[in-house]
């Protein structure tokens, strides 16, 4: 159930990652921000047990869906021209 969590998370992302990103120009800050928000949310899912592998774990799949859906269409949708 977890990972399912964690992909639906990740699913939805982008948009808030495009958001937090408007005025960075810089691709390293921008990557970096979205690395950290996806560990961000890796610890708070896991707040009962966060042990490390647990909150890596978690972090690389938000990381992971994230922009896989970034990549296959929020970069290109319609709707994200509209939000810049």
């Known amino acids: 159930m977890e ?5 639906l998370v990740g699913l ?7 958001a937090m990103n408007k005025g960075v120009t810089n691709s390293r800050v921008k ?10 949310l890796g610890i708070l899912l896991n707040l009962e047990k966060a042990t490390v592998g647990d909150v890596l ?3 690389a799949l938000i990381f992971t869906s ?3 859906m970034y990549k296959l269409y929020w970069k290109n949708s319609k709707v994200r021209k509209v939000f810049q």
């Open 3 to 7: 990972i399912i969590i964690e992909t």
């Open 12 to 18: 939805f992302l982008p948009f808030v990652i495009d």
């Open 57 to 59: 774990g978690s972090g």
């Open 31 to 40: 990557y970096l921000i979205s690395v950290f928000l996806c560990l961000g």
């Open 66 to 68: 994230a922009q896989t």
